[in-house]
């Protein structure tokens, strides 16, 4: 029960605002699903953040448990390394979008214009 009132309690926010954020096109469609990645992305730094805060934590305390002071120190490692990937790839992300030029908004006037002539009586 309290696992189904904290995922609620999570979903809460993304329920309010659904109606607001109203998916016409492809392009809104790319702009929400764009918005859910980085809203994530930011989720799992600050989740990685305080795993290594807490590991460090624990690593201290356990200044007179050998094992434990090993197994603190390879998760911690474990930590590092995962926050490392992370801001890597969202890093990587940020410079192709730079190389290549991509924007987050449609191309406006892409395509050729028909013209039409309008001859009055």
Do not use: C, H
């Not at 096109?25 to 980085?38: A, E, M, Q, Y």
């Not at 990685?48 to 590991?55: L, R």
């Not at 990937?85 to 192709?96: E, F, K, N, P, Y």
Request: cysteine-free.
């Amino acid at each position: 029960m309290k696992k189904i009132l904290a995922t609620l309690a999570v979903l809460a926010p993304s329920v309010a605002f659904a109606q607001s954020n109203q998916i016409n096109d492809f392009n809104s469609l790319t702009v929400k699903l764009t918005n859910i990645g980085t809203t994530i992305i930011s989720i799992l730094i600050a989740l990685g953040v305080i795993y290594i805060v807490w590991n460090a934590v624990q690593f201290i305390m356990a200044a007179d448990n050998a094992d434990k002071r090993k197994e603190k120190g390879q998760a911690l490692l474990y930590g590092i390394v995962g926050l490392f990937v992370i801001l890597s790839i969202w890093g990587l992300v940020a410079i192709l979008t730079g190389t290549f030029s991509t924007q987050n908004t449609a191309p406006v006037n892409q395509f050729p214009q028909v013209k039409t002539f309008v001859t009055g009586n």
